[in-house]
């Protein structure tokens, strides 16, 4: 899902509608370039029991999350 060119609180808000429509265990890949979108999406993980397995910088800036949904 690319959401890069969102701000703050949008790319959270949309990754969280996103998990909630993921069966259990499945992995969503997110891209977004927000700078408060990496404490954004590391904390909703935490909140809703997802497990956020790689965060990792893209080349032109930002970050692709790799999220697994809870209960899988």
Do not use: Q, S, Y
Request: hydrophobic share 40%; aromatic share 2%; with cysteine.
């Amino acid at each position: 899902m690319d959401l890069r060119g969102l701000k703050c609180p949008l790319p959270a808000l949309r990754t969280r509608k996103a998990l909630a429509h993921r069966t259990p265990g499945a992995t969503l890949i997110v891209l977004a370039d927000d700078p408060l979108a990496r404490l954004d999406i590391a904390h909703l993980c935490r909140e809703g029991g997802h497990a956020l397995d790689a965060v990792e910088p893209l080349d032109a800036g930002g970050w692709r999350f790799r999220i697994r949904t809870r209960g899988g």
